[in-house]
């Protein structure tokens, strides 16, 4: 979903491989917090299939063994600092603006259509979770479209 062109053809993202992953943050934050809405326990092996892949793609880039620990330290924490600060309100769901802005340079006006297009997005893609069963949402997330 990180990949969606949608980022960076509308909302003119810069296409990085730290855009990618911290947009796989809030996706992933997203569903951990529906799960925990619905009182629900996430399942341990999707959270440890989700940082072994980001694991394999930095040493597909290239970075050797004390780089990629020191690197995956380095995302956990940012990691944990998206799940704990996603959300700014308690019913429902709302991207917290100042967590978009620490981790998007180009989404620090939160009166900018770009910053209102990411968040409809999200907020969005919370609902569809959401209403999803948990049992087929990991599976049938890569079906939300926006628009």
Known sequence: MSRNLYFYEKIKLNDTFETRVYLMFIHFSIIL????????????????DLF???ENNLRELGFGDVAVNKKMK????YFYDILIKLN????GFKLNEKLVSKYFDQL??????????????????YNFCFDMDIKIMLKEIQNFKIG
């Open 33 to 48: 917090i529906v799960f925990k809405n619905k009182k629900i326990n996430f399942p341990q092996d999707s959270y440890d």
């Open 108 to 125: 620090n006006n939160v009166k900018d259509i770009k910053y209102k297009n990411f968040e409809e997005y999200f907020v969005n893609f």
């Open 88 to 91: 700014s309100v308690k019913n």
């Open 74 to 77: 380095e995302l956990n924490k």
């Open 52 to 54: 072994y892949c980001i």
